[in-house]
């Protein structure tokens, strides 16, 4: 399964997340540069982290005009496999990919620490090696990633099974504590309703070696292999 | 010609970063402020359009990049032709 990593000016996870796929999963990884109209034949887009155009205007706003961003669209729309991660899932929700938008978290910290989300949907391209209800520990880095819809978007999203991860404490437990940025429902990851796009704060990509400090991020780079058909 | 676009959160947002703000206005005394929203300006320069262009022009780009419609509403007005 061939992965690629787009890289946008301000980028500063697309190294992680390349050694993540080439090395951690042993799977061809490729770099795919903004500004190019390629995606290079893989079977799966990964927007990384990092602040895109030094996040001016809002986070991932700008991004999303980048000529790559065409493809990405057209690639999604046909079923393709796309993560976005951290500043991917803020490109994600600019890009109208994924519902919502991204406050500033609740208490207008730059949290950078390890988190624990629990796996809300197992049915998913993303976490089908997880099982629901499982707790993963994740690191977070994200000052904006207070995820935000109006209600009757909640409700949808809700009903489509499309929240794939929440923050919840290490029992697995929602608690307004463990709910560190103030997303709606606790949401720290979200898919399409066609189930082929997702978005999550956490990072996965640097909890895939147990040197990291955890190896829970190997979940969803695992399920992502089970798509080969 | 000049322009000037105002955006803002919407009223069913809650604006954090207004409220501490509010919160440090207290603190000085000034008890009177008894909300802070906090916004963006974007004073814009336009060349070679009319004014009636202008128009449909400023709510275009507001809409589509200044302004996250999601969470975030907009003004605009022409402050000079």
Redesign the interface.
């Known amino acids: 399964m061939k992965f690629g990593v787009v890289v946008f000016p301000g980028s500063n996870c697309d190294a992680d997340a390349y050694h993540a796929f080439k090395d951690a999963l042993g799977q061809p990884t490729t770099y795919l540069w903004h500004k190019d109209h390629d995606l290079r034949g893989v079977d799966c887009v990964i927007l990384p982290g990092g602040f895109s155009y030094g996040d001016y205007?809002?986070s991932g706003?700008i991004a999303r005009?980048s000529p790559l961003m065409r493809e990405v669209r057209e690639f999604a729309g046909k079923g393709g496999l796309v993560l976005g991660i951290c500043n991917g899932f803020q490109v994600l929700?600019?890009l109208n990919l994924l519902p919502?938008?991204m406050?500033?978290n609740?208490?207008?910290k730059f949290l950078c620490q390890y988190v624990t989300i629990r796996v809300e949907n197992d049915k998913t391209p993303f976490t089908r090696k997880g099982t629901k209800g499982r707790v993963l520990r994740i690191p977070i880095a994200h000052f904006d990633g207070n995820w935000?819809?109006?209600l009757e978007t909640v409700k949808e999203v809700e009903g489509n099974g499309q929240v794939v991860f929440r923050y919840c404490d290490s029992e697995g437990r929602l608690t307004e504590e463990s709910n560190i940025n103030g997303s709606l429902n606790a949401v720290a990851g979200l898919m399409n309703k066609e189930g082929n796009v997702m978005g999550m704060m956490p990072h996965p990509e640097r909890a895939v070696e147990s040197i990291l400090g955890s190896e829970d991020g190997l979940v969803v780079l695992h399920s992502l292999l089970e798509n080969i058909s | 010609m000049k322009a000037r676009i105002l955006v803002s959160f919407k009223d069913?947002?809650?604006d954090?970063?207004g409220q501490?703000v509010r919160n440090a206005l207290h603190t000085l005394g000034y008890e009177p402020i008894r909300d802070v929203r906090q916004g963006k300006v974007f004073d814009l320069e336009l060349g070679g359009i009319s004014r009636t262009e202008a128009e449909r022009l400023l709510p275009e780009v507001a809409a589509k990049?200044?302004a996250?419609v999601?969470?975030e509403k907009y003004t605009w007005q022409i402050l000079e032709d």
């Open positions: 205007l809002r706003a005009f929700l600019e919502g938008a406050l500033r609740k208490r207008l935000y819809a109006p | 069913s947002v809650l954090p970063q501490a990049v200044l996250n999601v969470i």
